[in-house]
Antibody, heavy 116, light 112 residues
Framework: EVQLVESGGGLVQPGGSLRLSCVGSGFNFRTYWMSWVRQAPGQGLEWVTYINPDGSETFYVDSVRGRFTISRDNARNSMYLQMTSLRAEDTALYFC?????????WGQGALVTVSS | DVVMTQSPLSLPVTLGQPASISCRSS???????????LHWFQQRPGQSPRRLIA???DRESGVPDRFSGSGSGTVFTLHITSVEAEDVGVYYC?????????FGQGTKLEIK
């Protein structure tokens, strides 16, 4: 059974940093493109970033480029999202997702709250 | 960016009645391999989204056959033949052809 489990969410002050982790199981993690999608409270879904299987290619939406960094460690079946210079508008539930162009599996989400 | 426009945004439906949601894209969604990367997701209250329909019309394993998808080019539709109580939630279309990939605004289905 495919599972994606996020961790690392929490409350952070504006301008602060946070790192999210996602562990994948039940599939050959190292062969899949992976991604992060977020959802602000009561709002719709928004793309954030994705990464290719060996970590050599990354893509970001304009609103996070230069502040967020996606990475992965295939030996640990893990993907990460390093978030810096956080803003109130980054407050959201962050979902780890598989296969960016198809989004066939989603994690349960990690809540990030940016507030003073 | 490709704009995905869903309608309606609110969909009250009587149990047992059909329903449909439209999704229009601002550009063709045909990918370089000829496949159209338009998908439909369901998000039940308090849950993560799950994919219902992949690539316009491929129903996911385990998804009831009352759900179906159709369309081509820039106009797509999610059909529900007979709405059940468990169908309550928000439905999103998404295009995976052009980066940044984009979602529709979401359609909230509720029971009348």
């Amino acid at each position: 059974e495919v599972q994606l489990v996020e961790s690392g969410g929490g409350l952070v002050q504006p301008g602060g940093s946070l790192r999210l982790s996602c562990v994948g199981s039940g599939f050959n993690f190292r062969t899949y493109w992976m991604s992060w999608v977020r959802q602000a409270p009561g709002q719709g879904l928004e793309w954030v970033t994705y990464i290719n299987p060996d970590g050599s290619e990354t893509f970001y939406v304009d609103s996070v480029r230069g502040r967020f960094t996606i990475s992965r460690d295939n030996a640990r079946n893990s993907m990460y999202l390093q978030m810096t210079s956080l803003r109130a508008e980054d407050t959201a539930l962050y979902f780890c997702t598989r296969a960016p162009r198809n989004l066939d599996f989603w994690g349960q989400g990690a809540l990030v709250t940016v507030s003073s | 960016d490709v704009v995905m426009t869903q309608s309606p945004l609110s969909l009250p439906v009587t149990l047992g009645q059909p329903a449909s949601i439209s999704c229009r894209s601002s550009q063709s969604l045909v990918y370089i391999d000829g496949v159209t990367l338009l998908h439909w997701f369901q998000q039940r209250p308090g849950q993560s989204p799950r994919r219902l329909i992949a690539r316009v019309s491929d129903r996911e394993s385990g998804v009831p056959d009352r759900f179906s998808g159709s369309g081509s080019g820039t106009v797509f539709t999610l059909h529900i033949t007979s709405v059940e109580a468990e169908d309550v939630g928000v439905y999103y279309c998404m295009q995976g052809t052009h980066w940044p990939f984009t979602f529709g605004q979401g359609t909230k289905l509720e029971i009348k």
